[in-house]
Each structure stands twice: as structure tokens, then as C-alpha cells.
């Protein structure tokens, strides 16, 4: 079966003057324009290509070699190029934007805007479609997560309490401003860290490593730094966190409990505006 909204393989069943002729479902094919026809690797009948297949703008199913920014069943950002009376059109890098109906609004939006949103197949309508009404499409299962865990998070919208941001494409989760030690803004992509699963159901998330095996991968990096400066390294526990932020991409807090460590192991000595490897 090819999946509309997705990257598919399908071969090649003849050439002809506008492109490649690809088997779809059943006796039908689809046309991958010339433009699109890679020059480094087999096009011949019976040769199989990757591609992405969607409607084209006199909704017949065409191919195509470029890879979108969003495929059919995931999150993404996107910015709003136009406006009409059926809805927004939002840049996903086709020749044909994609639509967002004003129904499937969840906010109002202008020209220029960016906006989180869930692409699906709306069969009924019979066109790929995004709505920014994102929970019916997230997960009410009870997250399977454990306490550590690396995962990717989509940050969508600040809150009171923080920042939401969705998890592996799968459930809500919540960066709590405490956790906040560099500039977020909605439509980042960030790799996190589980950092508890509340009885609630709910998740709360860390930009940055948790526990101890945290604590010792962050001093592992301070002492390679270290020795990478000739055991001198301007920053302590005084620094901003903008600036221990930009060097390890860790809290202040963080960096302090690294530093602390290292201090009472005796293999770092803290100084007003610096640190010391000790015997460098």
C-alpha cells in the first residue's frame, strides 16, 4: 500500500517525456515529475526510488524526491506564507503549501507566524491536512518512561509553570522554569531527559542529564575542558549562567554541584574568577 503524507519506495514502471511512471496501489501509477529524477543512481523500469508521495495542485497523487519538512502522523513548526477564506497555508517545503483550516485553528495567526502542528490524512476530504488542535492527536496512554531517559522534545508554548513540549512525537511533557537555564522558543527541537513521572500521569522534563550519572559525566567534561586550556578554565560557581550555559549547556546549579565534586576530590582548586586543574 503507498502511504499518502509519507516516504515510500516504489519502482520504476516506465519513463516517458514529463518524468518516471512509479507503481502505486492496484494498476495505478504515479508520476514523479522530470525535475525530480535523481542523476546518481538507477531509474530504469523495474529499479526502486524513495520518495514522497502527496496531492498535487489538481489533487492527483504525485512523487516527488524531496523530503518535506513534516510527513503524514507528525509534529512539526511551520511558518504561515498565506491566507485565505478556506484557511492558512504553511511552508513545509513542497511547491504546494500545506493547509491548515481555519477550524483547525487554535489560535489567531498572520503572515510570518509559526505554528506547532499535527499533519494527517484527512481521507474524507481526500488531502493532507495540519491542525494545531494537538491533544486528540497525542497519546492518553500512560507514558512508559523511565526516570533518565533521553528522549526528543518539540518545545510548543510557555506556560505560568514553564514550558510544554511534546515527547518522541508521543505525549505531553513539561520543562519547569527551573529547568529553563537557556533561551527556549516554540518550535525548537531539543534533546531531554525525563526527570519524573508524577502519579498524575503527568511528566516533568530536564534539558539536561539527572542523577548521579549526570553529576559525573558533567565533571568528566570539566576536567577534558580543563586540560584542553592548559588547566585553566574561566568560569566558577560566581559565573553567569548564560556563560557556563554556552560552554557545557548545563544549569549553574548543575555546574556548581560538578565543580563542588571535583573540589572536595581535591582534583580542582576554585579561584575568584576561575578554576584550576590541580597538578596542571
Not at 517525456?17 to 543512481?41: E, H, K, M, T, V
Not at 487554535?106 to 493532507?128: A, E, M, N, T
Not at 507514558?143 to 508521543?170: C, H, P, W
Not at 560557581?237 to 556563560?243: A, I, L, M, V, Y
Amino acid at each position: 500500500m503507498v502511504a499518502v503524507g509519507r516516504m515510500n519506495r516504489l519502482q520504476v514502471i516506465r519513463r516517458s517525456d514529463f518524468g518516471l511512471f512509479l507503481a502505486g496501489d492496484d494498476d495505478s501509477s504515479i508520476l514523479l515529475p522530470s525535475r525530480y529524477i535523481p542523476n546518481d543512481q538507477p531509474c530504469a523500469p523495474g529499479d526502486s526510488l524513495d520518495v514522497f508521495v502527496y496531492f498535487d495542485s489538481e489533487d492527483r497523487l504525485v512523487a516527488t524526491t524531496e523530503t518535506p519538512k513534516v510527513q503524514v502522523g507528525e509534529f512539526a513548526s511551520l511558518k504561515v506564507v498565506d491566507i485565505n477564506s478556506v484557511g492558512l497555508f504553511l511552508d513545509w517545503g513542497l511547491p504546494k503549501d500545506l493547509l491548515l483550516p481555519h477550524s483547525e485553528e487554535q489560535r489567531p495567526l498572520q503572515v510570518g507566524d509559526y505554528c506547532v502542528v499535527y499533519v494527517f490524512l484527512d481521507k474524507r476530504k481526500g488531502r493532507i491536512t495540519a491542525t494545531a488542535r494537538l491533544d486528540r492527536h497525542l497519546d492518553q496512554e500512560p507514558a512508559r518512561y523511565r526516570v533518565g531517559q533521553q528522549v526528543d522534545l518539540l518545545l510548543v508554548s510557555a506556560t505560568e509553570m514553564g514550558f510544554k513540549a511534546i515527547i518522541n512525537n508521543r505525549h505531553w511533557g513539561l520543562i519547569h522554569k527551573n529547568e529553563l537555564f537557556k533561551f527556549v522558543r516554540s518550535g525548537m527541537r531539543e534533546p531531554g531527559f525525563i526527570k519524573e513521572l508524577r502519579v498524575d500521569g503527568k511528566i516533568s522534563l530536564s534539558l539536561q542529564a539527572v542523577g548521579e550519572q549526570a553529576a559525573s559525566s558533567l565533571a568528566d567534561q570539566i576536567l577534558a575542558k580543563l586540560r584542553e586550556h592548559d588547566g585553566v578554565l574561566h568560569l566558577n560557581d560566581k559565573s553567569p549562567p548564560e556563560k557556563i550555559s554556552a560552554m557545557f549547556g548545563v544549569s549553574k546549579g548543575n555546574f556548581k554541584k560538578a565543580i563542588g565534586g571535583l573540589y572536595k576530590q581535591g582534583r580542582i582548586v576554585i579561584q575568584d574568577d576561575r578554576i584550576e586543574l590541580v597538578g596542571s
